[in-house]
């Protein structure tokens, strides 16, 4: 079964941090783009980063540009969001999501949840 | 970013066809997809490729693409068909959601 399960997720400080994990299965990682999507409370889809296969290009979204790092471990199939200086508006549900070759994100893991408040 | 732009709320009648509009600059020369989110659920892709159904979908399901308006639109709608549903595209390598639309079955 194709499965990604994120973990990670808590309660920080403003300008702390935190690494978010996402552990693949049932399909060859090293094959797909991987991305991040967050969710703020009661708000709607927010695109964070996308890591493509084969490659260290990466790209963010402008709120998140200089302050997250997304990275993964062929080794591991495993994804990962290090998120640096973290606000309040960072708060949110975050979502580990494949690509599929048409650009569609196909598969969706079920999310760990951050929150940052003092 | 790339901005896309949802009505916040449609309203359909059992049976009835729903349709939910996304708009963006030059969206149809790029790819749609669209996503229903159920509460407490995460996203499932509807369609992809402006039109096509991933494996599972219903064919009531369907989607189109043209200028600068990506339509979704359901066939005799269901009462299982309620929830939230996001239209997204890819722009220069970052990734634009529309804010989401609830569908109302009553």
Known sequence: EVQLLESG???VQPGGSLR?????????????AMSWVRQAPGKGLQWVSVSYSGTTTTYFADSVKGRFIISRDPSKNTLFLQM??????????????????????DIWGQGTKVTVSS | SYELTQPPSVSVSPGQTASITCS???????????????????????IYQDKKRP?????????SNSGNTATLTISGTQ???EADYYCQAWDN????????????VL
């Open chain 2, 79 to 81: 009462s299982m068909d």
């Open chain 1, 20 to 32: 978010l994990s996402c552990a693949a299965s049932g399909f060859t990682f090293s094959s797909y």
């Open chain 2, 24 to 46: 963006g600059d030059k969206l149809g020369d790029k790819y749609a997809c669209w996503y229903q989110q159920k509460p407490g659920q995460s996203p499932v892709l509807v």
């Open chain 1, 9 to 11: 997720g808590g309660l």
């Open chain 2, 55 to 63: 494996s599972g979908i219903p064919e009531r399901f369907s989607g």
């Open chain 1, 84 to 105: 640096n200086n973290l606000r309040a508006e960072d708060t949110a549900l975050y979502y580990c999501v494949r690509e599929e070759a048409s650009r569609a994100f």
């Open chain 2, 93 to 104: 390598n970052v990734v634009g959601f529309g804010g989401g639309t609830k569908l109302t």
